[in-house]
């Protein structure tokens, strides 16, 4: 289950979607979860669904690879479709037992709050698939820079993202060895009362929560001893420059999303 985790991962291509600017990639995914949240119908989340198609077939990710990465997120999927289909009112009743009740609108909203998570979760995913973390950094404190203004650490902030985002992962790798590691000693992970299983793993908590403070501080001392003190007077070796294919994406989510807005407000 561990292996499914793919956030944080990179894979190296030379896609249309690996060239944009990181800039774009951060501003139009935002711009995707708002439609996201506006969309209400199944013609908006089909224009969502098709937009999100198109943008991984373009990036030339496998399929498989963002599959992958929902995996570990099924449960939280599967319980919010169940919250949704016992808990919505409204719509023709299809049947009743106890105190629950499913409706046609409870089936239609839980499917919709689903097919939601997914694609959100999977246009996240094309980001850091797509983009280095270095490069997330720089597009994520060049659009913050007008918050330097406030007083607002926006370096460190763009900076702890990316290294949390470097390291997931790492320590993903790091709790897999542990826990073949404890296996082999003996250890129990799947048997037993819930109760016993939370248990059996403090012998995989405790050993990767000292092994996480052992890389950071080893980080620390790295950046310290580069003469790292945060980002006054740093200077980039790759400036990030738009060009006409990231005017060309970002003028297109702006109409995604006005589109999205319109069809809502019209109920459509």
């Not at 198609?53 to 690879?65: D, F, Q, W, Y």
């Not at 918050?147 to 897999?176: N, Y």
Request: with cysteine; net charge positive; glycine share 6%.
């Amino acid at each position: 289950m561990l292996k499914d985790i793919t956030l944080g991962q990179y894979f190296p291509g030379n896609s249309f979607i690996h060239r944009l600017d990181p800039r774009t990639k951060l501003l139009f995914i935002i711009v995707y979860i708002t439609a996201l949240f506006v969309s209400k119908s199944y013609v908006t989340y089909g224009i969502l669904l098709l937009v999100l198609a198109v943008s991984i077939a373009v990036s030339k990710i496998r399929l498989s690879a963002i599959f992958k990465g929902l995996k570990p997120l099924m449960f939280i999927m599967i319980f919010t479709a169940i919250l949704n289909l016992f808990y919505t009112k409204g719509g023709t009743e299809l049947f009743s037992f106890w105190v629950f009740t499913v409706t046609t609108k409870g089936v239609e909203f839980a499917f919709f709050m689903v097919l939601r998570i997914m694609m959100l979760i999977s246009g996240t995913f094309l980001l850091t698939y797509t983009t280095t973390p270095m490069a997330l950094t720089d597009g994520m404190e060049l659009l913050l820079t007008p918050f330097k203004k406030l007083h607002v650490p926006v370096h460190e902030f763009s900076m702890m993202m990316s290294i949390a985002l470097r390291f997931i992962p790492t320590l993903i790798e790091e709790a897999d060895k542990i826990t073949n590691a404890q296996k082999a000693r003996g250890a129990d992970f799947e048997t037993g009362k819930l109760t016993d299983r939370a248990k059996a793993l403090l012998p995989l908590l405790v050993p990767l929560f000292v092994s996480a403070f052992r890389r950071a501080d080893e980080l620390a001392i790295a950046m310290e001893s580069r003469c790292y003190h945060g980002g006054e007077g740093r200077t980039r070796m790759k400036k990030l420059k738009m060009a006409a294919p990231d005017i060309l994406t970002l003028v297109f989510s702006a109409l995604m999303l006005a589109v999205i807005i319109i069809l809502a407000r019209f109920g459509i």
